[in-house]
């Protein structure tokens, strides 16, 4: 199976500033990776699909890059309602597996 | 707009049984595969089981393989999920999942359930 390695479990930030989250796969994955944010007591939401490709209604401070093993989720400019986990999951085969979560909280 | 409704969860006892579902809308049923997915404090997400848009093809992962039975009624727009020979280890908050993107061997999930909890305990 699929390992999927998040990095930093919790990050903390202020407001305005540029936010990277790693994600790192056990083999390569090719782009087959996505990016969700969830918010304490809700349902996880799609962020980006393909590692880079932005979900309609999602803001545009939100990217994703990579290929692969390594993947990154950047937010330019952090944002009050940004504040939340975020996890990766790669979908090349089952067993489909998530990263651990990052916790992105106020500095 | 697209909705996933689940039923309730529940307090069940080890080795008992517990049927959850998932009704939807919003969008063709029988045209998508779906997902569960459970979360829980220490072990996060955690993908559980998949069925194609016909309900022939199903994955689960091993965790529950031979305990879990994914099916789904495309006449009414459900998807289920049979927990059987439950443990404490499947207590967790229980969400079923649209597919949206796909590698054409699995897929992502853009629309979630709420979600529901389940417990297993004596």
């Known amino acids: 199976d699929i390992q999927m390695t998040q990095s930093p479990s919790t990050l903390s930030a202020s407001l305005g500033d540029r936010v990277t989250i790693t994600c790192r796969a056990s083999?390569?994955?090719?782009?087959?990776l996505a990016w969700y944010q969830q918010k304490a007591g809700r349902s996880p939401k799609l962020l980006i699909s393909?590692?880079?490709s932005l979900e309609r209604g999602v803001p545009s401070r939100f990217s994703g890059s990579g290929s692969g093993t390594q993947f990154t989720l950047t937010i330019s400019s952090l944002q009050p309602d940004d504040f939340a986990t975020y996890y990766c999951q790669q979908y090349d085969s089952y067993s489909l597996s998530f990263g651990g979560g990052t916790k992105v909280e106020i500095k | 707009q697209v909705q996933l409704v689940q039923s309730e969860g529940g307090v069940v006892q080890p080795g008992k049984s517990l049927r959850l579902s998932c009704a939807v809308s919003g969008f063709t049923f029988s045209n998508t595969a779906m997902h569960w997915v459970r979360q829980t404090p220490d072990k996060g997400l955690e993908w559980v089981t998949a069925?194609?848009?016909?309900?022939?093809?199903?994955h689960y992962a091993d965790s529950v393989k031979g305990r879990f039975i994914v099916s789904r009624d495309n006449s009414k727009n459900i998807l289920y999920l049979q927990l059987n020979s439950l443990k404490s280890d499947d207590t967790a908050v229980y969400f079923c999942?649209?597919?949206?993107?796909?590698?054409?061997?699995?897929?992502?999930?853009?629309?979630w359930g709420q979600g529901v909890p389940v417990t297993v305990s004596s």
């Open positions: 999942g649209r597919e949206g993107h796909s590698s054409g061997r699995a897929g992502n999930l853009n629309y």
């Open positions: 083999q390569s994955i090719g782009d087959w």
């Open positions: 393909a590692a880079s």
């Open positions: 069925i194609s848009d016909d309900g022939r093809d199903k």
